[in-house]
C-alpha cells in the first residue's frame, strides 16, 4: 500500500532548527508534486510548501518563506523540510501530501500520518 511516512519532529527552541522528512513506502512518488502542510491545535490545515515531481520549482507560504526550505532527494525517494529561524507560530502537527496534477495547488491524493513540531520559548 502506498503511504508517506514523515519523521524529524520533536521539541526546539524558538530560534533552532528541524528538518522533516517524508519518504515514500509501497510505491515511488518520484512522479509526484509533494506538498507540505500543518495544522495548528484549533486551526485549519495550512498549506507550508510544495516541490514539483522534477524538482524543478518550488513553492511557500508567505509565513514561511526564507525560513522554510523543501527539496528532495530522487535516490532516497525523500522530501525534505529544512525549518530555520523556528517560531512559536511554526508549533502544528505537519503532514506531507503527494498529487501528480495542479501546480502550486497540488491536488492531494495521498497524506502521511503528520510528525509533531513544538517550538517553546
Known amino acids: 500500500q502506498a503511504q508517506l511516512v514523515e519523521s524529524g519532529g520533536g521539541l526546539v527552541q524558538a530560534g533552532g532548527s528541524l528538518r522533516l522528512s517524508c519518504a515514500a513506502s509501497g510505491r515511488t512518488f518520484g512522479y509526484y508534486h509533494i506538498a507540505w502542510f500543518r495544522q495548528a491545535p484549533g486551526k485549519e490545515r495550512e498549506f507550508v510548501a510544495a516541490?514539483?515531481?522534477?524538482?524543478?520549482?518550488?513553492h511557500y507560504a508567505d509565513s514561511v518563506k526564507g525560513r522554510f526550505t523543501i527539496s528532495r532527494d530522487y535516490a532516497e525517494d525523500t522530501v525534505y523540510l529544512q525549518m530555520n529561524s523556528l517560531k512559536l507560530e511554526d508549533t502544528a502537527v505537519y503532514y506531507c501530501a503527494a498529487g501528480n496534477t495542479g501546480w502550486p495547488s497540488v491536488a492531494i491524493q495521498y497524506w502521511g500520518q503528520g510528525t509533531q513540531v513544538t517550538v517553546s520559548s
Open positions: 516541490i514539483t515531481w522534477s524538482g524543478g520549482s518550488t
